[in-house]
C-alpha cells in the first residue's frame, strides 16, 4: 500500500503538454532518483516501418519544454535536440499540416483534426496508465499552488 510504481505512463501530445510536464514535475519526476523518458512515437509505414511523425516530436518538444519550466533537467542532448525542434519552430500547426502525416490526413478529409491535435495546451487531462487502463488525473494536472491553496484550505477546516 501506498507504494509509488516502478514505472508510469502518461501520453501527452501538443494539447497536454504543460499538463504532462507540471504533472511530472510535480511528482518529483525528472530527477536522477526519477528519470522521464519522453518517446515520440511514431508511426507505421504501410510496409510496418517505423515512421517518425513530426507531431509527435513537437509533443514530445513540448512537454520537455514544460519540464524545464518547472526547473527539471538536466536534459540529455535527445531531450534537448526535441525541445530546440518545438521552441524553435515558429508555426507549430502550420508545420504539422504541412508535414506528410497533415498531408495525408488532410487529404483523407481530416484536416479539422489536425487542426484540433495542435491546439497547444488545450487540455488539462493528463492520462495515466494503471493497472493496464487508462484513467486520468483533471485535477492533478492543475498548477501546484492551487493544489497546495486547497491542502491549505483542508488543514483549516475543523475536524467533524
Same mark, same amino acid.
Given at each position: ?12 501530445? *501538443?494539447?497536454?503538454?504543460?499538463? #504532462?510536464?507540471?504533472? *511530472? ?7 536522477? &532518483? @526519477?528519470?522521464?523518458? #519522453? #518517446?515520440?512515437?511514431? !508511426? ?21 519544454? &514544460?519540464? *524545464? ?8 542532448? &535527445?531531450?534537448?535536440?526535441? @525541445? ?19 498531408? !495525408? *490526413?488532410? @487529404? ?21 496508465? #494503471? ?13 501546484? $499552488? ?5 491542502? $491549505?484550505?483542508?488543514? $483549516? $477546516?475543523?475536524?467533524?
Amino acid at each position: 500500500m501506498g507504494q509509488t510504481p516502478r514505472s508510469l505512463r502518461s501520453p501527452g501530445c *501538443l494539447r497536454n503538454a504543460a499538463a #504532462v510536464g507540471r504533472w *511530472l514535475a510535480g511528482r518529483g519526476y525528472g530527477t536522477a &532518483e @526519477r528519470p522521464v523518458l #519522453v #518517446v515520440a512515437a511514431g !508511426e507505421r509505414w504501410p510496409d510496418g516501418g517505423l515512421r517518425p511523425a513530426l507531431e509527435d516530436l513537437l509533443g514530445a518538444g513540448a512537454i520537455i519544454a &514544460e519540464l *524545464l519550466s518547472q526547473g527539471i533537467g538536466p536534459l540529455s542532448p &535527445e531531450a534537448a535536440a526535441a @525541445r530546440a525542434c518545438f521552441t524553435q519552430t515558429d508555426d507549430v500547426a502550420g508545420a504539422v499540416a504541412a508535414c506528410s502525416s497533415g498531408i !495525408e *490526413l488532410a @487529404r483523407g478529409g481530416f484536416a479539422e483534426d489536425v487542426a484540433v491535435a495542435t491546439e497547444l495546451d488545450a487540455g488539462t487531462i493528463v492520462p495515466v496508465l #494503471v493497472d493496464g487502463a487508462f484513467g486520468h488525473s483533471a485535477d492533478d494536472a492543475r498548477p501546484q $499552488q492551487q493544489q497546495q491553496q486547497q491542502q $491549505q484550505q483542508q488543514q $483549516q $477546516q475543523p475536524d467533524h
